[in-house]
Structures are given as structure tokens and as C-alpha cells.
């Protein structure tokens, strides 16, 4: 099971690492650093994945969650939230905020392949 | 139940404390059993030579029996029930509470107070891991430079070859985040352990004065002048001790006290003419002045950058090795919560009381600034005969002074918490920035 995969994140060795690890199974992936036109490259690409950093530069990773899910055509993507937390109101932060999966960094290549692919199987 | 009518019950309290019978009480104030009885349960109002005689017999002020709690008391205890609404505590009973048990109302009142000030306490620390942007922003960057790591590291050990191309990549990732994760960890280290103010929001007594006293640069011109010690230390102590609580108040007097007297025996114009010809060297300066060579350490804490241009630190600790008293320097920190560095002179001094010691330190993981330290441990308190005497230490620390030094300055750290050095006989505790 493949697909497309939008890596939104600033940390350029963390897209490295991820694209390596997801290309390599067969996903295409693209990635995007910037909060303030996410929301804009999720509706351009329409991808199958999101995987979306809490804290980006311009904006926050929770709003831009928000906004898609205030969307009709984004309201049931698959979103994965990375996060540098690991509390229980950041994980509820994230639930309320419509993140379909939370994963608190550091995380593994291997969570990141399983969570990835249980998102699109969903 | 109104106060006045608690007297009795005063009365019964205090007697069965002393363990005196009802009869001898009686007698002795020259009324019957029955009608003290009558008295105790509150069922008879007394008062003139009757109150007075009963006093007497009990050893009291007659006040004790006849004005029973304060206010403040029974305001505190009923800010206590209000926390607990449930408990179903007896608010319509709480004067005669605290009227027949004032020590026991006194220990509610003061846990409540020291729970509330705990939970402000953890409240602040909790609002600054949630809210510190700056300090969110570095966990943040640690943790995903750990991630890179982590998943540069796992793809590179994961078995079978991996491109030429895509190997030198990673392994030039995992060096680049190494560097800049100890750049981060540093960063972290250094603003957890810098003098922010918010800190002081913390709360404890001590915090406080170090705070209030850090605003104030460790000087204060009203104790230079020729008043009146007790007025100038009223006066130093209303301008520095503005919105700081009793207990860090309190803690404040008692230093601005001994500044006064430090002061009053070597004045700033003595030790200003002697700093000209001995530089800021405590024994030197000692041997000019007649001032023992502690509170030439203290003195010159508290000199203002026209009399001292290059300050100096100073740390006192007491027998336990609490800092009772800190002024870091750029190059010295001091820890603002837990212990120092065991290896400290000012540690050694404790073991060595009345010797003077002095060399060069480098304190790890800083710039490298070679510093001067001199320590000395003295008792306190008067001597007691065949009583071992309490010691406290000073430590001044300044810039080496860079000639004479025969030796390479002793590496110490900070705290172990936030020591490198992993092979350390005086380690507590791992460091965060264990190479292990």
C-alpha cells in the first residue's frame, strides 16, 4: 500500500530521513517547511498523508490542523501530528485540533512507516 | 458561638493541661467546684478579680483567658475550610476551635499557608514549561535534532548496503545535528541556570533576597552613610524589601544588618585608598586595614563599579552547604536551586576551619577564564564553652590575576547536574551532559 505523503516540517534532516525511510517502501513524498502557505500546498498536492510538525516557522501547526479540518475537502485527510511534547493536554491539544494520529518526537523510522500506512489503510 | 463567652473553656483548657483538679482550681480562686464547673462550661460570665485570681492560679496572663483566638487566626481558618467545602468542617464552631486549641488552629493555618505556597510554586514552574517561549522553543529544536539523529542513525545501522551517495548524506547529517544538539543542550543549560527574574516567581525566602539584592547590584548606599545604623538599615530595607514576603524580609534584615557593621568597621574610603595599593586581594587588603579577610570578601561584594571596577562573586554557605548568600560572576555561575560543586574551595574550607585557601579555577563547560578563589571558614555565633562551634565559609571569587601561577587552575564545575565531567569523585547525580 502506497501513496502520496506531504511532510510538512522545518527540520530539513528530519524530511531527509523520512523521505528516505517512506521512499524507499514506495510512498511519494513531498515536503513543505513553511506554516503560512501549508494549508494552501496540502490543497494544491491532495496528498493521502499529512505529516504535520507542531511548531513551524509563520505558523502553528495546530492552526493549520484546525483550518483544514474546517474544510470539506480536507476535513477527513489523514494527519499525523509530530510534536516536540509529550503531555496529556498536547496529545488532547492535537484530538481536538482533528489530528488523526499524534507521535511525539523523538520517534522511531519504523512508527513513522506504521503509522503512516495504518493512516491510509484507515 | 461569640467570643466572649469562650472564657470558660479557656479556663477548663488550661487547668486539664496542668493537670489540676477542678477542686483545687476552685479553691485556690477561692469559689466552689460547682460554680467553676458552671464557669468552665461557659455557662457563667466572669470577669475583675475573679478572672484575675483564676489567672493566677493557672500562671497566665489573664488576657490568654479572657480574649482567646485572634482574628487573623480565625480568618485563616475559615480560608482553610473554604478550600475544602466538603470536609464539612464546623465553621459555626470555629472560634471556640481555635479558642480551646490556639496551637493546633496556629499548625492548620500555617500548612494551609505553606500549601498554597507550594501550589503557587508548582503552578509557576508548570506555566513556564507550557508558556516559556523560549524555553519551548529549545526543547522543541533538541527534540527534533534528536529525531534527525535517531532516524539518520537507524537507517545507517539498519542491515544490508545503502547507496554510497546516501550514506556520506546521513553521515554528514548525524556530525552537522551532533554539533549543533550540543549547541542547543549548552543554550538550554545556560538560560535554565541564567538570573531571569522569573525565577524569583518561584518563591522561596531566599530566592527572594538573592533577587531583590541582584536589582540592588549587592550595594547599598544608605548603610555608606554616617546615620544611624538601626535607621539606615530601616531605610535600606524598606526600599529593598519593597513586595517581598516576611520570611525574605526577615532574611534581608539579617544581611543588611551585617552590612552595616561590615561597613561601620571598613568604611568605603578606607577600603578605596587601600584597593589602590593591593588591588582586590582579600588577604592583602586584610593585612592593610585590620579587617578580618571575610569581611574584606564581603566588602568587596559590595563595592559600586567607581570604587571596584571589575566586581567580584562572593558565595556563603553554612554548615550544610547551603548558599546563603551568592554573586556570580560571567564566568563563575552559581546554582540557583540544589547544591555547588563539591570541589569548590569554599566546600574544602569547611573541612579546613580558619585556613586560608586560595588558588586558580576553571569552571567546565564555560569560556576557560581561569578565576581566583580564596576561601575561608570561621565560626559563628559566640563561643560556648565545650560546645563544637558552627562554621561558615566564604568564598570570593575574581579573574585570576594571570602572573605567579605555577600550576594549571583545578577544574570544577557547576553542578553535577550540568557537569561533563563524567569520572568525578564528588558526583551525586548524572549529568545531562554525560558523554555516557
Not at chain 2, 485572634?70 to 476551635?97: C, M, N, Q, V, Y
Not at chain 2, 525574605?248 to 557593621?261: D, F, K, N, P, S
Not at chain 2, 585557601?357 to 570561621?378: H, K
Amino acid at each position: 500500500m502506497t501513496g502520496q505523503v506531504l511532510l510538512i516540517e522545518d527540520e530539513p534532516n528530519i524530511i531527509e530521513a523520512i523521505k528516505f525511510i517512506l521512499s524507499r517502501e514506495g510512498w511519494q513524498v513531498f515536503s513543505h517547511s513553511n506554516g503560512d502557505t501549508a494549508v494552501q500546498t496540502v490543497r494544491e498536492r491532495a496528498p493521502d498523508v499529512v505529516i504535520l510538525d507542531a511548531m513551524l516557522p509563520g505558523r502553528s501547526g495546530y492552526d493549520i490542523l484546525r483550518e483544514l479540518r474546517e474544510s470539506t475537502e480536507t476535513a477527513a485527510l489523514p494527519i499525523l501530528m509530530l510534536t516536540a511534547r509529550g503531555q496529556t493536554k498536547d496529545r488532547e491539544m492535537a484530538e481536538r485540533a482533528g489530528a488523526s494520529r499524534f507521535m511525539t518526537k523523538p520517534f522511531s523510522n519504523a512508527e513513522v512507516l506504521d503509522a503512516v500506512r495504518a493512516l491510509k489503510g484507515a | 458561638m461569640p467570643r466572649d463567652t469562650l472564657t470558660g473553656s479557656r479556663i477548663r483548657e488550661r487547668r486539664i493541661a496542668q493537670e489540676m483538679k477542678q477542686a483545687d482550681l476552685a479553691r485556690a480562686a477561692g469559689i466552689s467546684a460547682s460554680y467553676l464547673n458552671l464557669i468552665e462550661h461557659n455557662k457563667r460570665r466572669i470577669g475583675g478579680k475573679l478572672l484575675l485570681d483564676l489567672a493566677e492560679a493557672l500562671g497566665v496572663e489573664p488576657t490568654h483567658l479572657s480574649e482567646g483566638a485572634g482574628a487573623a487566626l480565625i480568618a485563616g481558618l475559615r480560608e482553610a475550610a473554604s478550600d475544602l467545602p466538603e470536609s464539612g468542617a464546623e465553621l459555626d464552631r470555629t472560634d471556640e476551635f481555635a479558642g480551646r486549641f490556639p496551637g493546633w488552629a496556629a499548625v492548620l493555618v500555617a500548612t494551609r499557608a505553606r500549601v498554597t505556597q507550594l501550589e503557587r510554586s508548582v503552578e509557576v514552574l508548570s506555566d513556564r514549561m507550557t508558556h516559556d517561549p523560549n524555553l519551548a522553543a529549545s526543547l522543541h529544536e533538541m527534540l527534533s535534532t534528536v529525531t534527525a539523529i535517531r532516524s539518520a542513525a537507524s537507517i545507517l545501522a539498519e542491515p544490508g548496503e545503502i547507496d554510497p551517495d546516501w550514506q556520506a548524506r546521513f553521515h554528514r547529517n548525524i556530525y552537522e545535528d551532533s554539533a549543533r544538539l550540543a549547541e542547543t543542550a549548552r543554550g538550554l543549560v545556560t538560560y535554565l541556570e541564567a538570573d531571569n527574574a522569573q525565577a524569583t516567581e518561584t518563591g522561596t525566602p531566599q530566592e527572594e533576597m538573592d533577587s531583590a539584592l541582584e536589582k540592588a547590584a549587592h550595594h547599598v548606599p544608605e548603610l555608606e552613610t554616617e546615620l544611624q545604623a538601626g535607621e539606615a538599615v530601616s531605610a535600606a530595607l524598606a526600599r529593598l524589601g519593597r513586595g517581598l514576603s516576611s520570611s525574605a524580609r526577615a532574611l534581608l534584615r539579617g544581611w543588611l544588618e551585617r552590612y552595616a557593621q561590615d561597613a561601620a568597621a571598613l568604611p568605603m574610603a578606607v577600603l578605596r585608598e587601600a584597593l589602590g595599593r593591593a588591588g582586590p586581594d582579600p588577604l592583602a587588603l586584610s593585612g592593610l586595614t585590620g579587617a578580618e579577610p571575610v569581611r574584606v570578601m564581603r566588602r568587596l561584594a559590595a563595592m559600586p563599579p567607581e570604587v571596584l571596577p571589575d566586581p567580584v562573586g562572593l558565595a556563603i554557605c553554612d554548615g550544610s552547604g547551603v548558599l546563603s548568600y551568592r554573586k556570580p560572576l560571567p564566568d563563575f555561575p552559581m546554582p540557583r536551586f540544589g547544591a555547588a560543586c563539591p570541589l569548590w574551595p569554599l566546600y574544602k574550607a569547611l573541612n579546613r576551619p580558619h585556613v586560608y585557601l586560595a588558588g586558580d579555577l576553571v569552571q567546565l563547560g564555560r569560556s576557560g577564564t581561569a578565576i581566583r578563589a580564596e576561601a575561608q571558614a570561621l565560626p559563628v555565633g559566640p563561643l560556648v564553652a565545650n560546645a563544637e562551634p558552627l562554621y561558615e565559609a566564604h568564598m570570593l571569587v575574581r579573574p585570576a590575576p594571570g602572573h605567579g601561577a605555577d600550576k594549571a587552575p583545578q577544574e570544577v564545575g557547576l553542578t553535577c547536574r550540568v557537569c561533563p565531567r563524567d569520572a568525578c569523585p564528588g558526583r551525586r547525580e548524572p549529568s545531562i551532559l554525560s558523554s555516557r
